[in-house]
Structures are given as C-alpha cells and as structure tokens.
C-alpha cells in the first residue's frame, strides 16, 4: 500500500531532541553534530491524488479531537530520527493494520493509533496496548528506517497528544501546559492569521520550551518549530479552532483578553525572550 499521496502533503514534522551541537542538513533535512548552518530545508507542500484509503485517513484525522504530554529530550532521538522515514513509517502502519485482507475504515486505523499513542505516556500497559505492539511490531527505541516506535507514532500523530490550556510553567505557573509541549507548535497555523498575535503565541511558545527543556539551545528550539508549523498534519482551519476552544484567539483571530494577559506577564518576568528571538532568527536566517 502507497503512502505517496497523503505525503506528498504532509511534509516532514520534526519532533524535538536533546543535543548541544547539531544543525540541520540543508540538503538532506538530517540533523547532525558540527558547525551551525543557517539554510533549513523545510520540504514544500504539493498536493496531489491518489489512494482513496489514505485521503480518508486523513480527513478523518482532521476530524478526531486533540487529546498530553510531550516528547523528552534525548540524543538517541536524533538517531532515531536521522533515519526516520515519515512515508515509510505510514506504509508499514497501514500494510499491518490491513494484514488479513480485511477492508476497514479509516476510523479503526484511527482509533488503533489513538490506543497506542494515548497509553504510551502511562504507566500501565492494558492489554489491548500489547496486542496493538505486537500487531504493529511497535519498539521502544530504534534507529533503521523500518522501526516503528513510540516517538515516530507522536510525530506522525500528534493530535492525539492531549494538551490543555491549564497553568502549569514559569512563575506562579501563569503559562498554560500547552504551551511547554514541543507538539503544539503544529497547532500554530501555517498561514498568518493576525500577525502580531501569531508573533505572540510563538514568543510564549519558545519561552515556555526554553523553561521545560533549558538544556537545549533556543536556536534549536526554533529551528524545530518551523519544521512543526510547516510539516503539521492538521489544516490551519483546525489549527485556528483548537487556538479559539483553549481561549488563546477570538473567532477573529485577535488575542483573547486571557492571552494578553498572559504573553504581558512573560514579557515582564522574562524580559530579554523577545531579543533573544530575535538574535536566533539572524543565526537561523528566517523568521517564523
């Protein structure tokens, strides 16, 4: 079974990891240890027809409600991750869920997909959880091209990473628990909707990952989040919707008076963010 179609419009979407020296690769889009590049490959969208199956799946992805916790940093991610294939990993998912001949819906993939993400940050294995493994011959850590693990099943479906709009980081926990998941940058859309207040959610966005994960570098911090707005799976309409129902924009895309009222506390407490973006996008050479 093909994976082309449904690739071919869903670019690459990075998922964080933990290094001190790595950069991207500007003509591989690899991460690797060495000297700082400022070219970053972020692939383009073109979209274009073909397997019926995968065109579903999609829609109905964009149909599931956003359901916690993001990835930890770790250097064997960017293993993992230098040779993880996005197309490869959904051709093998889709081939096992359909091992049998049987035709199913897009909807049971779905849930399936939903089962293991959603456990994979609990403590308890249910049953069902290791029937799905040993189904999908999902692993805790691999780093070949056909390993399917639980960090490549949260990149390629993070929407069903929960993530809610309660306070949780900085001081007197004012910055909502979204906002520290690596994840919630593709919940940014793609597409600018009010300037300044997409400019707001992402300076809030960094801050918060640079507090939750201070031993990697804000330079990579944004460098990963345009690869997560550009290669998100949702549409912008979803992106806007889950922003409007956690509070963050108004149906209008303006800022709500409880987003002011947060990005207004980070800039008081954590005055030198919005130079030090600033600073990361001269050495990153764009702006998100």
């Not at 929407?159 to 520290?180: A, C, R």
């Not at 290669?231 to 806007?240: F, I, P, T, Y």
């Amino acid at each position: 079974m093909s994976a082309q179609s449904l690739w071919d419009s869903l670019p690459l979407r990075m998922s964080s990891f933990h290094s001190k020296n790595c950069t991207a690769n500007s003509d591989d889009g690899r991460i690797h240890p060495g000297p700082r590049r400022h070219v970053v490959n972020t692939g383009s969208h073109s979209h274009s027809s073909g397997n019926p199956f995968l065109t579903a799946v999609r829609l109905a992805l964009n149909e599931c409600g956003l359901i916690n916790e993001c990835d930890t940093y770790d250097e064997s991610l960017i293993a993992e991750y230098n040779n993880f294939d996005p197309e490869r990993s959904l051709e093998l998912l889709l081939e096992r869920f359909s091992d049998g001949g049987a035709v199913q819906s897009p909807t049971a993939f779905i849930d399936e997909m939903k089962t293991l993400v959603s456990w994979s940050n609990e403590g308890l294995k249910p049953e069902e959880v290791i029937h799905l493994e040993k189904k999908y011959g999902i692993q805790e850590l691999g780093t070949n091209k056909n390993s399917l693990t639980y960090s490549r099943l949260r990149f390629l479906f993070p929407n069903f990473i929960g993530l809610t709009s309660d306070g949780v980081y900085g001081e007197n926990k004012f910055i909502p628990q979204m906002f520290g998941a690596p994840e919630f940058g593709g919940l940014i859309p793609s597409v600018c909707f009010t300037r300044v207040c997409r400019d707001e959610i992402i300076a809030v966005h960094l801050c918060c990952l640079r507090l939750v994960y201070p031993q990697t570098s804000l330079k990579l911090h944004h460098l990963f989040l345009k690869k997560r707005i550009d290669g998100g799976l949702l549409s912008d309409e979803k992106r806007r919707r889950f922003l409007s129902g956690r509070e963050i924009i108004k149906p209008d895309g303006k800022p709500t008076e409880k987003f002011r009222r947060v990005h207004a506390t980070m800039c008081r407490l954590y005055s030198d963010i919005i130079a030090e973006i600033k600073q990361v996008e001269q050495m990153n050479g764009f702006t998100l």
